[in-house]
C-alpha cells in the first residue's frame, strides 16, 4: 500500500469508528423497538438524546452548582432554570388538559423528604455528579462514576424498601401549581431566581455561552417528549433502585418486608424486563448515549485513574449509597424531583432546590478533608 493510501485509510478511520457508533445505536433501538415495542424503542432513543447532550454539551447540575458556589459563575445554573422553563410552558397547561393520562413528578413535603435532599447536596458534590450526571460519568469512562453507579442503584433499592417508615414521620399533602396561574407562578419563581443569580454573578459570567442555549432547549424538548411517550416526567432514581431490586430477588432476598417493592406496580416490574420500563430505559440511553459521544471525541473510554488516597474512595462509596438511600426518600434527584418537580408544577421541587443546595454547600468543603482534591 502506498504512502498516499495509507494516509486515505488512516483519515477515514474516526468517519468509519463514528459511523459504526450510529449503527450500533440504531440497531439498539431498533431491537428494544421490535422486542417491546415502539414505545419502548423511543425512551430509550429520548435517553440516548439525553446523555448525548448531557456529555456532549457539558450540561449538568453538580458541575454549576458548585462554580456557583465556589466562583459565583452563574452560567450553567441559569441554563437549568432556562430548560425548567421552557418545559414548564408546556408541561404545566399540557398535564391540566390530559390529567388522568399524563401524570407530574408531584410528591409531598415532609421531615424525611427534606433531609434527603440536604443529604442527597452533600453526597452529589462528594462524587461530583447528580444522578444524572452519575450516569454520563459512568457511560464516559470516569473511575468515580464507574464505582459510585452501583452503590447509588443499591442505595436506591434501600431507601425505597424503608420508604414507607420514612414517610411516616410525617409528610404534607403534595401541593401542585397547576392551569394558567401555576404555570404564571412557576414561571416568577424562575425568575426571580434568576435575577438573585445575575445579581450575585461575578463579573463576566452572567451571559450564557452558545453551548449552553443549545444544551437547554434540546433537554427541554427530549424531557417533554419523555412526557408524553413515557406518560410521566423525566426521571432516574426509581430505575437504579429497580436494577439492585431485580439483583436481590435474582440471588434469593425476600422483599416481602417492603411495603414499597411489595405494591402492586413495583411487584409487577420486579418479574418483567427492564427494557419495558420507562425510567430504566432512559437511564440505559443516557449511559450509551455518554458512551458514544465520548468514543465519538477520542476513539475509546481513556479516563485515566485518578490518584487518590484510599479515603477518598471510600467516600466515594459511601456517597454513591447515600445519593441512592437520600434521593428515593427526597422523591428524585437533580432530575426526578428538581428539574422534573418545578417543571410540572409540585412544590416540593422547589423546596429540594433548596435544601440540596444547602446541602451542597457543605458536600464542596467536604471534598479536600476527603482527598477528592486538594485544598485552596
Not at 91 to 113: D, K, N, R, T, Y
Not at 241 to 270: P, Q, T
Not at 342 to 347: A, Q, W
Request: proline share 4%; with cysteine; net charge positive.
Amino acid at each position: 500500500m502506498s504512502l498516499a493510501e495509507t494516509d486515505a485509510v488512516t483519515a477515514a478511520k474516526p468517519y468509519l469508528r463514528r459511523a459504526t457508533l450510529i449503527g450500533v445505536a440504531l440497531v439498539l433501538v431498533l431491537a428494544v423497538s421490535g422486542a417491546a415495542g415502539l414505545r419502548y424503542g423511543l425512551l430509550l432513543l429520548i435517553g440516548l438524546g439525553f446523555g448525548i447532550v448531557l456529555e456532549g454539551f457539558r450540561f449538568g447540575f453538580a458541575g454549576p452548582w458548585r462554580a456557583l458556589l465556589l466562583r459565583r459563575e452563574v452560567a450553567g445554573v441559569l441554563a437549568q432554570l432556562l430548560a425548567i422553563g421552557l418545559v414548564a410552558v408546556v408541561a404545566i397547561p399540557l398535564l391540566s388538559a390530559q390529567e388522568g393520562v399524563l401524570i407530574g413528578a408531584h410528591a409531598p413535603v415532609g421531615w424525611a423528604m427534606m433531609g434527603g435532599a440536604f443529604v442527597f447536596g452533600i453526597a452529589m458534590q462528594i462524587v461530583l455528579g447528580c444522578g444524572s450526571g452519575t450516569l454520563v460519568n459512568a457511560g464516559s469512562g470516569n473511575p468515580v462514576g464507574l464505582l459510585a453507579l452501583p452503590f447509588f442503584a443499591i442505595g436506591s433499592f434501600a431507601g425505597a424498601y424503608h420508604l414507607v417508615w420514612w414517610t411516616g414521620l410525617g409528610t404534607l399533602q403534595p401541593v401542585v401549581f397547576a392551569g394558567t396561574g401555576g404555570l404564571a407562578m412557576t414561571l416568577a419563581l424562575l425568575a426571580a431566581v434568576a435575577v438573585l443569580l445575575l445579581v450575585v454573578a461575578a463579573p463576566g459570567s452572567r451571559r450564557l455561552p452558545r453551548r449552553l442555549w443549545i444544551a437547554a432547549v434540546v433537554i427541554a424538548l427530549l424531557a417533554l417528549g419523555n412526557l408524553v411517550v413515557a406518560g410521566q416526567p423525566w426521571g432516574v432514581v426509581y430505575g437504579l433502585g429497580l436494577w439492585a431490586a431485580k439483583g436481590a430477588v435474582a440471588v434469593g432476598a425476600d422483599l416481602s418486608g417492603s411495603a414499597f417493592w411489595m405494591a402492586e406496580a413495583n411487584a409487577a416490574r420486579l418479574g418483567e424486563s427492564i427494557f419495558t420500563d420507562v425510567t430504566s430505559l432512559t437511564n440505559i440511553g443516557i449511559i450509551a448515549g455518554a458512551c458514544l459521544v465520548a468514543v465519538w471525541r477520542v476513539g475509546g473510554l481513556s479516563a485515566a485513574l485518578p490518584r487518590l488516597p484510599a479515603k477518598a474512595w471510600a467516600a466515594v462509596i459511601i456517597a454513591g449509597f447515600l445519593m441512592g438511600y437520600s434521593s428515593r426518600l427526597a422523591f428524585g434527584c437533580n432530575v426526578g424531583a428538581f428539574f422534573s418537580g418545578i417543571s410540572t408544577g409540585s412544590l416540593h421541587g422547589w423546596v429540594w432546590f433548596v435544601m440540596a443546595f444547602m446541602g451542597a454547600a457543605v458536600g464542596v468543603r467536604l471534598r479536600p478533608a476527603l482527598g477528592l482534591e486538594e485544598r485552596p
